[in-house]
């Protein structure tokens, strides 16, 4: 992943009302009043309810899903405290600081369901309304399944992201045959501190952030880093597409499969990269294949010969074997198979033969 610097906490506000005349909803005598949702970018999502009845109000859930790529049809239930009366006003917060961030332009679907001691019951119809950083004046560019949000620069700084973005899907589709399946949004912040701005608990290096299942890319991009951009920009959107081409229930990729596709596609292995791997082999320290199959280490020179051992390996499957046999590695994948299992049906070697047979290449000791 893409790395830069701090934490900027920013409180922003977006309110949808809803009043009783457009719910239009009522069973009996049990109305709702008001509804709104008000959202805290990046931190909270807050709903309030009002409704009245000629007997007392004894219950009210809140049920939302977030719009997201998923298996399972989501959907979560929250449960108002209040005082019965004949009429009520309850709220609930949905802390993101507890659950995990949305990114921006999230869509989030919510209805209420209210009932009354005499057993009525009155359910309201889905509202959408978008969790978005109303921070900064987004501009938008789209070309095909791709739009880039971005808010500083000219239009020239978008297109030339654009440029690399289909630049990059063309060559994924050439190389993998994988390809984007759904749509994606790529907001394209000034700096590493705003992008951080609109997360919960970043780290201080954040400078990107792919969010996969809800096709969502977040980077940190000033208009004169155009060269590190157009690296972030294809790396997040490798990670992203590869995601979108494998997403299955069962299994996730190996990370050396999943992060070297990312830093192949970024272009040739970077000087700080190549130099550590070129140690590792003078040195015979080299990392294996299965100790890459989880997240690398925390440490940043382990790290860096991790993420060039992966470029290296994914280099050499994609040159020595061809994009039909990538496209059937990411398909067997899809489908939940295990990591020894998948290269062995698709290679006629596991891990530990992949290892050898890497090593061979790069003429490391055996």
């Known amino acids: 992943m893409v790395k830069k610097s701090c934490l ?26 008001s509804s709104s949702a008000e959202a805290d970018f990046p931190m909270e999502l807050n709903f309030s309810i009002s409704a009245q009845s000629s007997v007392s109000i004894t219950d009210i859930r809140l049920y939302y899903k977030v719009d997201r790529m998923s298996y399972a ?32 332009g999230t869509t989030v679907e919510y209805w ?13 119809k889905p509202v959408r309304i978008k969790f978005d950083d109303t921070r900064y004046s987004w501009r938008k560019l789209t070309e095909g399944k791709v739009t880039i949000l971005w808010y500083q620069g000219d239009e020239a700084f978008a297109r030339e992201l654009m440029k690399v973005a289909q630049t990059v899907l063309v060559q994924l589709s050439q190389e993998t045959g994988a390809a984007l399946e759904k749509p994606v949004e790529i907001y394209i912040y000034a700096s590493s501190r705003d992008l951080q701005g609109a997360m919960i608990f970043p780290q201080e290096w954040t400078g990107g952030a792919t969010f996969n299942r809800h096709g969502t890319i977040s980077i940190g991009i000033a208009p004169n880093q155009l060269g590190w951009g157009s690296r972030a920009m294809a790396h997040e959107l490798t990670h ?3 995601h979108q081409e494998t997403f299955n229930p069962y299994n ?13 596609f970024e272009g040739d292995l970077q000087t700080p990269f190549a130099n550590a791997l070129a140690r590792a082999i003078a040195t015979n320290t080299l990392l294996t294949v ?8 925390a440490f940043a020179d382990e790290a860096t010969l991790a993420y060039a051992e992966s470029h290296s390996m994914v280099e050499l499957l994609i040159t020595k074997y061809g994009q039909s046999k990538m496209l059937d590695l990411l398909n067997t994948f899809r489908a939940g198979s295990g990591y020894d299992a998948a290269l062995t049906k698709v290679y006629g070697f596991d891990m530990d033969g992949l290892n050898s047979l890497w090593r061979q290449t790069i003429k490391a000791a055996s």
């Open 8 to 33: 900027l906490t920013v409180v922003l506000c977006l309110l949808v009302v809803l009043l009783s005349s457009g719910l239009a909803q009522a069973q009996g005598e049990l109305t709702i009043r």
């Open 73 to 104: 049809d989501v959907v979560s239930e929250a449960y108002l405290e209040f005082t019965p009366a004949t009429k009520v006003s309850a709220e609930w917060t949905w802390d993101m600081r507890k659950t995990g961030g949305l990114p921006p």
């Open 112 to 124: 209420w369901v209210v009932r009354d001691m005499k057993g009525s019951r009155l359910e309201t």
């Open 240 to 242: 992203l597409v590869i």
């Open 252 to 264: 996730d990729l190996p990370v050396w499969l999943n992060e070297g596709l990312a830093m192949y």
């Open 290 to 297: 299965r100790s890459l199959s989880s997240p690398f280490s």
